[in-house]
């Protein structure tokens, strides 16, 4: 996904500097010498690109929601201003969605029969408007298909007075510009779908056996230690809740650490002192944001390797120190571990995790929110424990802790 959005980021440069000479060329053609008495603002084509760049800068955030009437309302007049044209319309494939300009009353309804032609073909067109109103200065019209993963999504189309070669170039680039953005629309859907998908999937394989164990434990101080029944019952509650929100894919660290607390408590509740666990937290990196039950897993991963498979005491080490621009977790247990070759098998996806909560799933989540550099890194070996490190950038564009 990475390379694809870098694909297109740079199309849209592309598009935007060619769109943006034409309008140039027609700018130099029709300013002459404007701005070469008093403050320098650079040649006529410098002038019209700069503007182009701005205006489209201000038009893509509402394209990036898709293609809707609410969207195209609001992107109609930056895209109108950006090709200078009389009037301007954004189509789909069966209505007028959005109408910039004088005229939209009497030519409203003979777009769409416009628009079919130029959608079935899939190329721009440029065409006589056919409006009988001799006072309507819309003459001539360039329609241009807009594009998206599932094809021809509708069509942008420029209004003028008079046909124009200029016009025709400039409204088809434009148009390639606007369907590379509904395109990474579309590519921002699909990561989200995606994320909240791979959530399920984290959700979905918390234990039972977990769950079923902390009841179990709890029922057994109901009558022994009524007091810790209560406080391990309320711990529970306050797990489960925070495991199965509905709401966000990012959270503060400090409230997957809580939850990983609550955890262990339920955990400690079973295994009583063959568990011991030390936390080593720095304040300063508890504010930082990361993906939603990106620790717990391999917590639970670790109660798993070195309890459940063993009957030794088994230490748990988390700790959350400041690195600068980065906060660093670990995790780590004296446990069984594990053969190397096989952890980068599971990694790789190459074979999948005999139980419990995948750690390819996890590393797999950090690599897609904040690049390759990101990914787990595991130190382990046969009976040898096993130590977890996860690097976390305090700020990354994007990622940022949901309201609740």
């Known amino acids: 996904m990475t390379g694809t959005l870098a694909a297109a980021l740079a199309a849209t440069g592309t598009l935007l500097l060619a769109a943006g000479f034409a309008l140039g060329r027609l700018a130099a053609r029709r300013g002459g010498r404007d701005g070469r008495d008093g403050l320098d603002l650079g040649t006529p084509v410098e002038r019209a690109t700069f503007h182009?760049?701005?205006?489209?800068?201000?038009?893509?955030?509402?394209?990036?929601?898709?293609?809707?009437?609410?969207?195209?309302?609001?992107?109609?007049?930056?895209?109108?201003?950006?090709?200078?044209?009389?009037?301007?319309?954004?189509?789909?494939?069966t209505a007028v969605l959005a109408w910039d300009g004088p005229g939209g009353a009497h030519h409203t309804a003979q777009v769409l029969e416009r628009v079919a032609e130029v959608l079935d073909s899939g190329r721009s067109q440029s065409v006589r408007a056919g409006c009988t109103d001799p006072g309507c200065?819309?003459?001539?019209?360039?329609?241009?298909?807009?594009?998206?993963?599932?094809?021809?999504?509708?069509?942008?189309?420029?209004?003028?007075?008079?046909?124009?070669?200029v016009l025709v170039r400039a409204a088809t680039e434009v148009a390639r510009w606007v369907s590379v953005q509904l395109e990474l629309a579309e590519l921002d859907r699909s990561r989200t779908r995606l994320m909240e998908a791979e959530i399920r999937a984290l959700r979905a394989q918390i234990s039972p056996h977990f769950i079923y164990n902390s009841l179990a434990a709890i029922a057994s101080f109901v009558r022994t230690d009524p007091g810790r029944a209560r406080e391990l019952l309320l711990e529970f509650a306050d797990f489960t809740r925070y495991s199965f929100r509905r709401h966000g894919e990012f959270a503060q660290l400090a409230d997957e650490l809580r939850s990983i607390e609550q955890y262990l408590a339920l955990a400690g509740a079973r295994f009583g002192d063959r568990l011991q666990v030390t936390l080593q937290v720095a304040p300063e990196v508890l504010p930082v944001t990361l993906p939603f039950l990106c620790l717990q897993p391999l917590v639970e991963n670790a109660v798993k390797h070195g309890l459940e498979d063993s009957r030794k005491t088994c230490r748990i080490t988390i700790a959350a120190q400041d690195a600068g621009a980065e906060a660093v977790v670990t995790i780590e247990d004296d446990g069984v571990g594990m053969d190397p070759d096989a952890l980068r098998a599971i990694l790789?996806?190459?074979?999948?995790?005999?139980?419990?909560?995948?750690?390819?799933?996890?590393?797999?989540?950090?690599?897609?929110?904040?690049?390759?550099?990101?990914?787990?890194?595991?130190?382990t070996g046969v009976d040898a424990g096993m130590k977890v490190t996860v690097r976390l950038p305090k700020y990354r564009a994007g990622v940022h802790r949901d309201t609740l």
């Open 137 to 165: 200065p819309l003459r001539w019209a360039v329609i241009a298909p807009l594009t998206g993963e599932e094809g021809v999504l509708g069509a942008l189309v420029a209004y003028g007075s008079r046909e124009s070669a």
């Open 348 to 379: 790789a996806g190459e074979r999948p995790q005999s139980s419990g909560i995948g750690l390819s799933n996890v590393d797999e989540r950090l690599r897609q929110v904040y690049g390759d550099d990101y990914g787990l890194v595991v130190e």
């Open 52 to 93: 182009t760049l701005h205006t489209a800068s201000l038009a893509a955030p509402p394209l990036r929601a898709g293609l809707t009437e609410d969207t195209a309302r609001k992107a109609a007049r930056r895209l109108r201003s950006l090709l200078g044209t009389e009037a301007l319309a954004l189509t789909d494939r």
